[in-house]
């Protein structure tokens, strides 16, 4: 299946070289280009694509705005690309429901892999950020108890993929390691989501690292 692609960024080099590198990237096709969010939204509705490459910090609505609408429409996954690895950045948009975060320097091959796995509804997170979360993770405080709670929604199939979620696993790795289908998974995680209220696999595995269940 070919993924089909929005690119959201304000320079116009930045999306020529994306859109060069990724029409030629194989299984995906780039259907449109914007330079701010509010496009990306309305593109996003009139082209449906798979994932929208998404830049954080653009004139009028912001990357991180525009992501909330679009998760809260399911109108496309969303990874993130920027330049920016800030806390305020990285938190913002992975709340928003980014399924991904990367950033500018990425390698081409990584990104292009990155695009095929947010498609196939797994998430991806840059080394950089992926850091700064472990230590963010270890001087939180406790979950809120909203969490605690819905945690008791779960079935133990479920709690098992959960834990796999804040584990940073894929859904190949969460098949192998529960002897279940990948098919079964992806159904566990979309369950885990609805159960919990939560917008995308990244942000179940901060929750499930808030909870301290990565461990089990």
Same mark, same amino acid.
């Given at each position: 299946? @070919?993924?089909?692609?929005?690119?959201?960024?304000?320079?116009?080099?930045?999306?020529?070289?994306?859109?060069?590198?990724?029409?030629?990237?194989?299984?995906?096709?780039?259907?449109?280009?914007?330079?701010?969010?509010?496009?990306?939204?309305?593109?996003? *509705?009139?082209?449906?694509?798979?994932v929208?490459?998404?830049?954080? *910090?653009?004139?009028?609505?912001?990357?991180?705005?525009?992501?909330?609408?679009?998760?809260?429409?399911?109108? !496309?996954?969303?990874?993130?690309? @920027?330049?920016?690895?800030?806390?305020e950045?990285?938190?913002?948009?992975?709340?928003?429901?980014?399924?991904?975060?990367?950033?500018? @320097?990425?390698?081409?091959? !990584?990104?292009?892999?990155?695009?095929? *796995?947010?498609?196939?509804?797994?998430?991806?997170?840059?080394?950089?950020?992926?850091?700064?979360?472990?230590?963010a993770?270890?001087?939180?405080?406790?979950?809120?108890?909203?969490?605690?709670? !819905?945690?008791?929604? #779960? @079935?133990?199939?479920?709690?098992?993929?959960?834990?796999?979620?804040?584990?940073?696993?894929?859904?190949?790795?969460?098949?192998?390691?529960?002897?279940?289908?990948?098919?079964?998974?992806?159904?566990?995680?979309?369950?885990?989501?609805?159960? #919990?209220?939560?917008? !995308?696999?990244?942000?179940?595995?901060?929750?499930?690292?808030?909870?301290?269940?990565?461990?089990?």
């Amino acid at each position: 299946m @070919t993924v089909k692609v929005l690119i959201a960024d304000d320079h116009a080099a930045i999306r020529a070289g994306l859109v060069l590198l990724l029409d030629n990237a194989s299984g995906i096709e780039v259907v449109g280009e914007v330079a701010d969010g509010a496009s990306a939204i309305h593109q996003a *509705r009139a082209l449906r694509p798979d994932v929208v490459l998404m830049d954080l *910090r653009m004139p009028g609505m912001d990357g991180i705005t525009a992501t909330r609408a679009l998760v809260a429409e399911q109108l !496309s996954q969303v990874l993130v690309l @920027t330049t920016f690895d800030l806390d305020e950045y990285v938190y913002g948009a992975l709340r928003a429901g980014a399924a991904g975060f990367l950033l500018k @320097t990425v390698e081409a091959g !990584s990104l292009i892999e990155a695009v095929h *796995r947010v498609a196939a509804g797994e998430g991806v997170l840059a080394p950089q950020v992926t850091r700064k979360l472990i230590n963010a993770f270890a001087s939180m405080k406790p979950p809120a108890a909203e969490h605690a709670v !819905s945690l008791d929604e #779960l @079935t133990e199939r479920e709690r098992e993929v959960f834990v796999c979620l804040g584990q940073g696993l894929s859904n190949a790795e969460i098949a192998a390691k529960l002897f279940i289908s990948d098919a079964t998974v992806k159904t566990h995680v979309s369950k885990v989501l609805a159960k #919990l209220k939560l917008r !995308s696999r990244v942000q179940a595995a901060i929750v499930a690292q808030e909870t301290g269940l990565t461990e089990e």
